[in-house]
């Protein structure tokens, strides 16, 4: 078996993202090669001459473009974990819709233009109560101002101007949940899961298992394998998804999710050799 592992594009592991997003991509390799595999790690333009030695593609990218080209890919013939396709579908804008499609537990959201031509008072709701904040549609945040505070019209108008001065035409308003930020990791299958409290907070109690079977349920309906997210908990416990993204840098576990991600990807490909071998 060979194994091509793909790092995510400098631009969207900001800061010491870059080299956490690293850490695990070579980790992971490590994990793989324990089974006796060969593994090559390699920058999108590396792989370009690799990918057709590969049996299987683990790819951290992230941007439109490379998602597109890893989509030729896949058309070509390629196997790629996480599927082209499903880390396109964590995208805000798409995990919102897909959220509301499957009836999934997640804030009440709307996409907006940021070009102002539009009616700002149908969004008055959003700030009935603590207000709600404001994210860019796409990828994750990677610099200050990708998740902006609002708590009136104004901010709302002032945060979607900043947002088109940037070249972001579309914007998420989502409203606020009060409560605790929980992250959490995890891989398909139930191979791994690990919440965690990322800042001193007042620790609320919940139900691990259910935080991890709405994971679950959110990760199954846009068909990603390895990921990560975040959701509050509220003082009575209940728990609300607000993100969820892929491939994140598993930083707080790398150990126990390296070794759970080549298990994954092993047998995913077994998995996939069989059943090409039976078609």
């Not at 790819?59 to 597109?68: F, L, R, V």
């Not at 919102?96 to 709307?110: I, N, T, V």
């Not at 416990?237 to 607000?242: F, S």
Request: proline share 4%.
């Amino acid at each position: 078996m060979e194994f091509l592992g793909i790092y995510r594009e400098p631009e969207y592991s900001p800061g010491r993202h870059l080299s956490n997003d690293a850490k695990i991509l070579r980790l992971v390799g490590r994990a793989l090669e324990r089974y006796g595999t060969t593994v090559r790690l390699a920058t999108l333009d590396e792989a370009r001459g690799l990918r057709r030695q590969a049996d299987l593609i683990f790819s951290m990218c992230q941007g439109p473009q490379a998602i597109t080209e890893l989509n030729d890919w896949k058309k070509e013939g390629c196997f790629i974990v996480n599927d082209p396709e499903a880390s396109r579908r964590t995208y805000r804008h798409y995990l919102c819709a897909a959220a509301h499609q499957k009836e999934l537990d997640f804030p009440k959201s709307a996409l907006l233009k940021t070009s102002l031509d539009q009616k700002l008072e149908a969004f008055d709701h959003f700030f009935t109560g603590e207000g709600g904040w404001l994210k860019r549609s796409d990828v994750h945040a990677t610099q200050v101002g990708d998740v902006v505070r609002i708590q009136s019209q104004e901010d709302l108008k002032k945060a979607l101007a900043e947002f088109h001065k940037r070249g972001l035409e579309q914007a998420i308003l989502q409203e606020h949940c009060s409560g605790d930020e929980v992250k959490f990791y995890a891989v398909r299958g139930s191979r791994l899961f690990w919440p965690f409290y990322p800042r001193e907070c007042e620790g609320h109690p919940f139900e691990e298992n259910v935080l991890a079977t709405l994971a679950s349920m959110a990760a199954e309906s846009i068909d990603i394998s390895i990921y990560g997210g975040d959701a509050i908990i509220s003082p009575e416990g209940r728990i609300t998804l607000i993100d969820l993204n892929d491939w994140p840098s598993f930083a707080p576990c790398r150990g126990a999710a390296a070794s759970a991600i080549a298990l994954y990807l092993k047998e995913t490909l077994y998995a996939h050799q069989r059943e090409t071998v039976h078609r």
